[in-house]
């Protein structure tokens, strides 16, 4: 979340195995105090070691918060040179570098029954659910962005917060290789009718383009049963399932998850005659601009050998 890459890799020579641990000084106080978007982005992290341990023939076995004395410690994946890695996971590689945020416009081109099936299966897969709603239930959820929207316009802490990640070129700005970049930004959007979260909100820089975007957004919600933090990393590999495959579908897709930061407005997201207790993420899923890739911190940052 705002690009914040809140996660440690850990090698101990000798072993086979990689340890994830999320990094304390990554978080999100006032957007997310609890950590979960913190478990949802590592999550995502860990979902493409797997992949890439996949692609190059290695099975890689997670195992979630392996010390009950560490919460910081998420997961252990243990590698293995396998015949048989997973062929699933090993297809998604090439999304891997592809796959981008768009906070641009969308087409109203309906996406195919089959596509979202497949979408629907890549969460599955990861024991989580993913469900399209329909136009009620899409309303009412795009209405609670709006209204947590307004609530962020609202406080000041998250405001500030908001813009200690965000990357406009001006002096004094934290180090480019992390937090939101004006690539990533998009355009100001006229009408709003599926409001992407607008980093820009405070400073409103002078040359940013304004579009008219879709009137009718597609939009995806991802949850799960419970809502504790092995939860919250199932579902974080969920999303990076559901977003490498969409890439490989040609889909462009952008994450608003501001309703689900807001206590108050969480629950509302839901569908209450589906059987989802806890709702993670709201994809925007439709055709247009990919994105460009955001910065990452270098490897030495976040891979240690011990
Ligand atoms: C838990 C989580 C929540 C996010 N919420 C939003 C959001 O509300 N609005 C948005 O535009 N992007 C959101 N993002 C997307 C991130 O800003 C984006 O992934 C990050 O800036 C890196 O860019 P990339 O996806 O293009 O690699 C979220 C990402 C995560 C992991």
Redesign the pocket.
Known sequence: ???AQPWRFVHRSGGRSLALYGDPQRTLPFA?PDH???H??CG?ALFNLRVAAAHHGWAAEARLLPDPNDPWHLADVLLRQSDSADRGLADLHPAVRR?????FPFSEEQIPEPVLDGLRAAALLEGCRLITPGAWHTDAVMELVRDAAMLEAASEAVRAEIASWTRTGRPGEGPATE??PVD?LGPRQYGVSAP??D?DAQRHLPDREVALFEEHPQIALLGTVEDAPADWLRA?QA?QRVLLQATLDGLAA?????PL?WPELRPSARDPSVAIGFI??VFRLGYGAS????P?RPVADVLAFQ
Request: hydrophobic share 40%.
């Open positions: 979340m705002h690009n997310d979960r978007a913190l949802l982005g995502a796959r981008h945020t768009s906070r937090g939101i990533a992407a979260r980093f974080g999303m952008s994450l608003m998850s501001q930061e993670h993420m994105g460009e890739a955001t990452r």
